[in-house]
Every structure is written in structure tokens, then in C-alpha cells.
């Protein structure tokens, strides 16, 4: 329970976070701060658990044969508490950082929703749980980086980082899916027991580049570096935190993670070891000639992640201990780093370091502070970059390889730290050092002690894991790796010094190498006109953006039509194209089930349904509203058809969406363009051209084949025995397992649930989206009768005493539908309770009930209705839905999967026995969602045919003034 909490926490606190007023800082800041804390509380708790068990699971049945799975041993328990005790700093940091005039509890909403993403990548038990929390965290970045939404480099970086981090998940889900196959299962357990299967498998290859594309990408590995320096347009504490410990973490912490299953062949070290020294090399170099103070921590953040992954892709144990314990050295002087840019930036209003200069003598405690974080990064000894530095010099020592990279990765690790060495100089000495800065926007002072708190505990720990680093995080550590390697854990030592051996000479010469290298920048004053800077990443990355919006507008206009009729030709021809692939290959399987005799009665209902069906295409070329009859007919020969076949479920079904259409189309087809005038202005009307006449033909053949294959495909069916298929499954099964004599209904809100709430999850969308259409539309004003200066000049006539008996025959249809909408409501209440053991269900009952509402409107008039109404079809949308969700959820409590059904049998007094079912209460959710997406639909339309138009004279209820004003008013 406790992992369930760790990662439930920030979700519910970014859920609250996210109701409290703009103006809530500091009870934003306390509950993401108690947040952070309660997670790293419960993660220490769980130490002695994880030391002495090695791993601590815990499993919900969710849906399909997939566990909600949370997993912690060492590795997740190192990174796990990094991301919790560093979110602790940042919130606390964040809260001094984040302006009055920002909306702060957004702000703190966003990262705890990150947080909680982030933990769930770490804590998952299961692969695609892991791409779900994976995905997760790119869209809650996202956010973060555009949270100053009003500045475009904002949007731009933060549009990057999806569309780079997005595609590179979906190519890791493609991945994790040929991993599970190749494994036999999702679950972690059963992916490390088949991992030298899985490196053997023809398979192996493809899983590899593309898990390898969703690592790189989120680690802003070469050649998808570009997008990280993008980002640094988000808020300062985003910036920490996401460099540190979350997002970018997460490329490398997969790689550790799937080490023991994918590493160990020649195709793992080139991909992922040549991608981490392509941006080992890469990132220190650009870093020694950025301005920015961000850009500097960008860049470095490249090199030092290129580190990690060039450590990972050694295939070595030793070079894999090195990695984790270079990522955990790595958060702290980096957060630290981060922590002082932005008090800079916020205490002199600029991070160029061009015009900085002297900040020490007004700012000591943070130029301090820096000054000790800056030599961490560049590896200075006695401090922790220094170690996990040497173990990786020692790493690419003493790589067993017989081709050139044996002798080329010492060289370039000492280049690359070199030039670390440099920029870490360059960024200090620059901003804290030298003359004193004029000019600057603010006046520099020292920021509140408790926002340098978060970058002093962080430098504290620099030095303390720099002298005593097996104290500090030798347990941890050696947690970490046993979980990855097991009984092939290598010794290692963690101790300061070694002796005098190749590695600490490299350090050595890579500090004086770096502080020569710097001083003969200073002297040149480079500004990075090399070649490497014209390979622009985020200029290739715009080009390829605009290229392929070129090729898709270029594709629409020759491959894509705006005419619907054309579009849904295609649509047809595709659909037939996808059913005849498989039947080309198998045949028509023919039942074996004697026919019936033809009855003559059904044989005429179908003719009569047939002629209605040619008169709606016939008369849709002259009279819509007569096709619209036809149409009609045709549908209710369809309803008539279910009932023949003994469906009652879906002739009930059937009839109610007909019911509906009409209306829908009624409303809708005076918005319609004309397209015949002949004959209402007397003239015969003119013969179509032959190409539309060839059109026609072309249309009236795909009907015909396609009419004659859905006919086929419905004879072969009922040409089935009973037992062949899944129908012997539900039907034997309906009552036993979910309490239910209606089969089809016990297959919609129990077996199939899952679909049944993803598909009204849909229409709610769908409703939603039609209404905000509609909400914009304006139609042209000759395309309404009156015209649009005839209304504007007409003035409403006060009633007349002598035509009130006319008035008052014209109102009785009103008041009879008015009594007849209880009635209404009883009969869908009836169908919705029914609907478990008979036909019927939410979706009919549903139906029944907006279709009595919609006749309100058309009787009574909408301002009559809306303002008697007390729920909107907004509210019955989210009602239905939470229903619906929050009754699978409750299954959860019985420790049975998601939307399993819960029941419960009893006797009660004076009414006997009684069963009651949860899935009556998922029925309620479809029932409530129907009601409100239908009506919500139907009355935009409504509200499109008053628009512009005299309401009704009568006074509306008190309180709805405004809808009377939005209902009379224009745009």
C-alpha cells in the first residue's frame, strides 16, 4: 500500500493544487512541500524492506490480463528518492523563485502531476504501465516548459520537446511490445528471466533501436540533443528539476533498467555507447561557448547525460555501478547549479554572462555556493563529480576491445572533460568574478536565506559524498547494483584515493588541460564559429517540420476532397477493401444450418423498406425534407427487421437513434444550401451534366456491391450453429458470471465494459466539440428566413386580447407535451432498471429521455425549458462519466480488475429477495452520459434555428436574463 501511496500522492496533490485561487502561494507551496516529503518519508520507510528483500511489489488487477504493478528494488528505490527528495528542495526553492503576478498553485499543480508521472516510470512493474507514466511525463513537461505561455520561445520550446520526446515514446511502445512477445509477458520479472532469449531473438534488433529511440530522445542524446537547451524558456525550478532528477533522467534510468535483458552485444554498444560519446563530446564542446548561464547548464547537461549513456553502452558491470552513481552526483551539483542561475537572474534580471561580472561582493553566500557545485561538475577532487569522473576514465582504460575505440575513448573522455573544466571555470569567473557589473536591470543582493537553503544541502552533500563517499552512498549504491546485476555484481571500492594509477593521471591532466584550454578562449574570445555550430539541430528539426507540413498539404490537395460525397466514397472503398483482405485469403465460410422457408410478409417489409430507400436518393435532388421521410421508412423497416430476428435490444435501440436522426437532420436542414430552383421558380429542370450523371452511376454501383456483400456476410452468419464462435461463451456465461439474463446487455456494461466506457467517453467529446462548433457558427443572412434586415428593422408586436383563443390552441400541443414528459422519464427509468434481465439499458432509456427533453424544446420554446432546467447537458456529460469511472474504480476495492462487477443477493422486508449489482450503476453513468452528449447536440442546433429570430413575448424565469440576451444578440 505504501507504493501505491508514493505514487497516488502527487496526483491527488496536483489535483487539489489545481482548484486553489491564483493567489494561494504558500498553501500551494506547503502541499506540494508535504507532498514531496510524505513520498520521501514513505521511501525511507521502505529501506530495510528493500535491503533485506531485495525487491517490494504491489499488484491491482486493471483490465485484459494487465496489472496495475508497482516494483521497487534498489535502482527504483536510488532514483525513486532522488526525484522525491529533490522535488522537496525545488518546491521549497520554487516558492521564494515564482513571481506575486504568476498563477502559483498552476504552477505547483503541473509539478507535482510531474512528480507523480516520474515515480510512476520508476516504481512500474510492468512495461507498458512504464510507457504510460513515460508518455505521461512528456505532456506534463510540456506544460511546465510553456508555463510563461505568454512568451513564444515558451510555446516553441516546449512544442519541441513533445513532438521530440512523443515520437521517440511512441517508437519505445512499438518496442516494448516486440520485448513483451519476445519475453512472453509485460511484467519486469518475466522480461529478466528471458533475457538471453530475448538477445538471441531475430526480434532483438528492432526492439533494441526502437526502445533505444524513446531512451535517446527523452535523455536529449545526439542526434536529439536539440530540444533540451530549447526548454530552458521554462521557469528556473522546472529547469533544476528536470535536469536533475526527472524527464531527462528517464532516458538513462530505462537503460539501466533493461541493461540486464539488452545489454551485452555489439549492437547495444554502438548504438547506445556511440550516441553517449557523440553527445559527451558534442555537449562539452558547445557548452564552452554559450552566453546564456542556462544555455552553459543545457549543454553540460547533454555531456554529462552522453557520460552516463557511454558508460551504459560499455557493456561492462563496473562501467554500469559507474553510471548510477555518476547520475545521482550528477543531480545534486547540477540542481545546485541551476538553483544559483536563477537567483541571479532573479536578483540582477539577466543571465548573460557578458554583461555580469563581480557578483561576489553582493552576493558571497551564492558565489559560494556555485563556486563549490562548479567544481563538482568539472571534476575537481574531494568532491563527487570527482569520483564517478575517475571511475570513468578507468572504465575506458581498461576497455577490452580489439578495434580503435580502445584507444579513442581515453582520448575523447579526457577532450570532453577538458572542456567541462572550461566552462565550469568560464561559468564561474565570468558571473562571480572580475570587475563589477554595471548596467545590470536590478540592483544585486543577497536572495531570502531560505531560498539558498535547497543549493546549500545540495553543495553540502557534494562534499560530503566527496570524502566520504562510501558512508554517504555506499549501501544505496550497492542496493542499485545487486538489483540489476544480482550474483554478478563486480567489487568495486568507492574510497577517495586509489593510488597513484592511469585514471588520476588523466584527471589530472583533464584540470590542466581545461584551465589552459580556458584561459586561451578568454584570450581568443571564441565564439563558436566552427563547423560543428552550423549543424543546427533546431533549425533541421523547424526545416523537417515545414517539409512535412508542405508534403500534407500538397497530399490533401490532390489525394483529398471537400466534398463530403467524395469522402465518404473513400471511407466505403477503404472499409469494403479491409473486410475483402481477409475473406480474399480464406473464402466464405458457408453455415451449415438448414433454411427456413421465405415468408411473403417479411419479403414485402423488406420491399417496402427498399422503395423507401431508393426515394430518399431519388428525392434528396429535389425535396430534402420528403427524403428525409423516405429515410425514415427505410429506418423503420431496419427496427422492424431486429425485431423480426428476435433482437428486441437492438430494435429498441434502433428505433430511438431514428427518432433522434430525424430530429437532428430536422433541425439541420435549413442550413443546407439549395440546390434545385427549377421548379419552384416554374422552369423544367435541367438535365444533369454527364459527369455527374457518371457519378451517380459510379455511386449507385459501390452501393450496390456493397449492399450485396454486407447481405452476404448477414446470410453466412445466420447460416452459423449456435455453438461455433464466442456465442456459446456469453451465453452460458451471462448469468453465472455477470448476474444477468440480457446478454447483450451483460456484454455492454460487464465482459465489454472497458469499450463501452472508452466509446461513451467518445460521445461525450464528440458533444462537446459539436457544441463549441456551433457556438461559433454564424450563418450567412440570406440563408435565413426572414432575412437578417427584416428582423433587425421588425419589432415584437405586444399581444393581441382578441387573438387570444387562437394563441391559446396554438399552446395545447405545448401543455400536453408538458404531461407527457413524467411519463417520458418513468418509461426511460423503467428501461434503465430493466436493462440487466430484459431489453433495454442506459443507452435506450437514455435516448428516451433526450428525445422527451428535445420535444420541449420544439413545443415549449427554449427559453421555457432552460429555465426550469436544473442540471445543464454539460453537467449530466461529467455526471455520467464519473459515474461510470468511478464505479470500475470501486471494484479496485474488492481487489477484483477494473469494472468487474460487484453484487450482492439479499432479502428485504416486505419486497423479498433482492439482487443489487454494480453494474446498474454503470448503466446509470451511460444513461446520464447519452442524455446529456444527445441533448446537448440537438439543442445547439435548436439554439442555431432561434438565433438572430424574436423570441417568444412572455417574460422569461427570473435569473436567466443572460441566455435570453446570448439567444437575441449576434456575434
Known amino acids: 500500500m505504501k507504493l501505491a501511496l508514493i505514487v497516488l500522492l502527487p496526483f491527488a496533490g496536483s489535483l487539489i493544487a489545481s482548484f486553489l485561487p491564483a493567489h494561494a502561494r504558500r498553501t500551494g507551496a506547503a502541499l506540494a512541500g508535504l507532498v514531496a516529503l510524505a513520498c520521501t518519508g514513505l521511501l525511507a520507510s521502505l529501506y530495510g524492506e528493500v535491503a533485506q528483500a531485495g525487491v517490494v511489489r504491489h499488484a491491482v488487477p486493471w483490465v485484459m490480463g494487465l496489472d496495475f504493478s508497482l516494483r521497487l528494488d534498489g535502482l527504483a528505490w536510488l532514483f525513486a528518492a532522488l526525484v522525491s527528495a529533490m522535488g522537496a528542495l525545488v518546491v521549497l526553492y520554487a516558492h521564494y523563485y515564482m513571481s506575486p503576478e504568476d498563477p502559483v498553485p498552476r504552477f505547483f499543480s503541473f509539478f507535482l502531476g510531474f512528480m507523480g508521472a516520474m515515480l510512476g516510470v520508476v516504481l512500474s512493474g510492468n512495461l507498458i504501465q512504464l510507457v504510460f507514466f513515460w508518455e505521461l511525463t512528456s505532456l506534463v513537461s510540456f506544460m511546465l516548459i510553456a508555463y510563461w505561455n505568454h512568451r513564444i520561445d515558451a510555446r516553441r520550446g516546449a512544442r519541441m520537446a513533445l513532438i521530440v520526446t512523443g515520437s521517440g515514446g511512441l517508437a519505445m511502445l512499438a518496442g516494448v511490445i516486440l520485448l513483451g512477445q519476445m519475453a512472453g509477458g509485460y511484467e519486469l520479472d518475466q522480461v529478466f528471466a528471458a533475457g538471453a532469449a530475448i538477445r538471441e531473438h531475430p526480434w532483438y534488433p528492432a526492439a533494441l533501436a526502437l526502445i533505444a529511440l524513446g ?23 522546472v529547469s533544476a528539476y528536470l535536469h536533475s532528477a526527472t524527464m531527462v533522467k528517464a532516458g538513462v534510468f530505462l537503460l539501466a533498467r533493461l541493461w540486464p535483458v539488452l545489454a551485452g552485444t555489439e549492437a547495444w554498444f554502438w548504438i547506445i555507447g556511440g550516441a553517449g560519446l557523440a553527445s559527451l563530446v558534442l555537449g562539452a564542446y558547445a557548452a564552452a561557448f554559450q552566453r546564456d548561464m542556462k544555455g552553459v547548464l543545457a549543454y553540460s547537461t547533454i555531456s554529462h547525460l552522453g557520460l552516463i549513456t557511454l558508460l551504459l553502452g560499455l557493456n561492462s558491470p563496473l562501467a554500469l555501478v559507474a553510471a548510477v552513481f555518476h547520475v545521482v552526483n550528477h543531480a545534486t551539483f547540477k540542481a545546485s547549479l541551476f538553483m544559483a542561475t536563477g537567483i541571479v537572474d532573479h536578483e540582477t534580471g539577466t543571465r548573460d554572462m ?38 570513468f576514465f578507468a572504465e575506458t582504460v581498461f576497455l577490452d576491445r580489439a578495434d580503435p575505440s580502445h584507444f579513442l575513448l581515453p582520448l575523447l573522455a579526457v577532450a570532453s572533460s577538458m572542456f567541462s573544466v572550461a566552462y565550469s571555470l568560464r561559468f564561474v569567473l565570468k558571473v562571480f568574478f572580475g570587475a563589477r557589473a554595471t548596467g545590470l536591470p536590478r540592483q544585486p543582493h543577497e536572495p531570502p536565506r531560505w531560498m539558498l537553503l535547497p543549493s546549500a544541502l545540495l553543495v553540502l552533500a557534494c562534499l560530503v559524498v566527496g570524502i566520504l563517499p562510501g558512508w554517504a552512498l555506499g549501501a544505496p549504491l550497492a542496493m ?64 523537417s517540420l515545414a517539409r512535412l507540413s508542405a508534403y500534407a498539404g500538397w497530399l490533401v490537395e490532390h489525394a483529398a476532397s471537400r466534398r463530403l460525397q467524395m469522402q465518404l466514397l473513400v471511407l466505403v472503398l477503404f472499409a469494403v477493401g479491409a473486410v475483402m483482405l481477409p475473406l480474399w485469403q480464406t473464402g466464405v465460410p458457408w453455415g451449415s444450418l438448414s433454411r427456413l422457408p421465405a415468408d411473403p410478409a417479411f419479403g414485402l417489409l423488406w420491399l417496402v423498406g427498399g422503395l423507401c430507400a431508393l426515394g430518399a436518393a431519388y428525392q434528396a435532388k429535389y425535396h430534402r425534407l420528403v427524403a428525409l421521410i423516405f429515410a425514415g421508412g427505410a429506418g423503420l423497416a431496419t427496427v422492424l427487421t431486429f425485431a423480426w430476428f428476435s433482437a428486441p435490444d437492438l430494435a429498441l435501440t434502433q428505433a430511438m437513434v431514428e427518432v433522434v436522426t430525424t430530429l437532428l437532420l430536422l433541425l439541420g436542414l435549413r442550413w443546407l444550401p439549395r440546390r434545385i430552383q427549377a421548379q419552384e421558380e416554374g422552369r423544367p429542370p435541367e438535365r444533369a451534366p454527364l459527369r455527374a450523371r457518371l457519378r451517380r452511376v459510379r455511386d449507385f454501383a459501390v452501393a450496390i456491391c456493397v449492399g450485396a456483400g454486407m447481405a452476404l456476410l448477414s446470410y453466412v452468419m445466420l447460416t452459423r450453429p449456435v455453438a461455433e464462435g464466442l456465442a456459446p461463451f456469453f451465453l ?27 466509446e461513451i467517453t467518445v460521445v461525450g467529446i464528440v458533444a462537446l466539440t459539436v457544441y463549441a462548433l456551433l457556438r461559433r457558427f454564424r450563418p450567412a443572412p440570406e440563408s435565413v428566413a426572414p432575412p437578417l434586415q427584416q428582423r433587425e428593422q421588425a419589432v415584437p408586436e405586444p399581444p393581441d386580447p382578441q387573438r ?116 446498474l450503476a454503470f448503466d446509470l453513468g451511460v444513461y446520464m452520459l447519452v442524455v446529456g452528449a444527445t441533448s446537448l447536440i440537438l439543442v445547439a442546433l435548436a439554439h442555431q434555428s432561434l438565433r438572430g429570430q424574436h423570441l417568444q413575448w412572455r417574460r422569461p424565469a427570473e435569473g436567466n436574463a443572460k441566455r435570453r440576451a446570448e439567444e437575441e444578440g449576434t456575434s
Do not use: C
Open 480 to 543: 542499485a547494483a545487486y538489483s540489476m546485476l544480482g550474483n554478478d555484481t563486480p567489487t568495486y571500492s568507492l574510497a577517495v584515493w586509489h593510488g597513484v594509477n592511469l585514471p588520476l593521471l588523466m584527471s589530472a591532466v583533464a584540470l590542466a588541460g581545461g584551465t589552459a584550454l580556458y584561459l586561451v578562449l578568454q584570450r581568443q574570445r571564441a565564439t563558436g564559429v566552427l563547423f560543428v555550430f552550423r549543424l543546427d539541430g533546431k533549425r533541421a528539426f523547424e526545416w
Open 732 to 758: 452460458t456465461q451471462s448469468l453465472p458470471q455477470g448476474a444477468g439474463l440480457n446478454v447483450v446487455n451483460v456484454i455492454l456494461v460487464d465482459f465489454r465494459g472497458f469499450d463501452t466506457l472508452g
Open 804 to 919: 387570444a383563443l387562437p394563441d391559446a390552441y396554438l399552446m395545447l400541443p405545448a401543455v400536453l407535451i408538458r404531461l407527457v414528459l413524467p411519463v417520458a422519464v418513468l418509461v426511460s427509468i423503467f428501461f434503465l432498471l430493466r436493462g440487466h434481465n430484459a431489453p433495454g439499458g442506459g443507452f435506450v432509456g437514455g435516448l428516451v429521455l433526450a428525445t422527451a427533453l428535445l420535444v420541449q424544446y420544439m413545443f415549449s420554446g427554449v427559453i421555457w425549458t432552460e429555465a426550469r432546467l436544473r442540471v445543464l447537458p454539460q453537467q449530466w456529460i461529467a455526471f455520467g462519466l464519473l459515474a461510470a469511472g468511478l464505479t470500475g474504480a470501486g471494484a479496485w476495492l474488492a481487489a477484483r480488475p477494473f469494472l468487474s462487477a460487484l453484487g450482492w443477493h439479499g432479502e428485504l422486508a416486505l419486497i423479498g429477495d433482492i439482487h443489487l449489482s454494480t453494474v
Open 215 to 237: 531512451a535517446l530522445t527523452k535523455s536529449a542524446q545526439f542526434p536529439f540533443h536539440f530540444w533540451l537547451p530549447h526548454a530552458m524558456a521554462a521557469p528556473t525550478p
Open 354 to 391: 557578458e554583461r555580469l561580472g563581480g557578483l561576489r561582493h553582493a552576493m558571497p553566500l551564492t558565489a559560494s555556493l556555485a563556486l563549490v557545485a562548479a567544481a563538482a561538475m568539472a571534476g575537481v577532487p574531494l568532491l563527487n563529480g570527482f569520483l564517478s569522473k575517475e571511475m
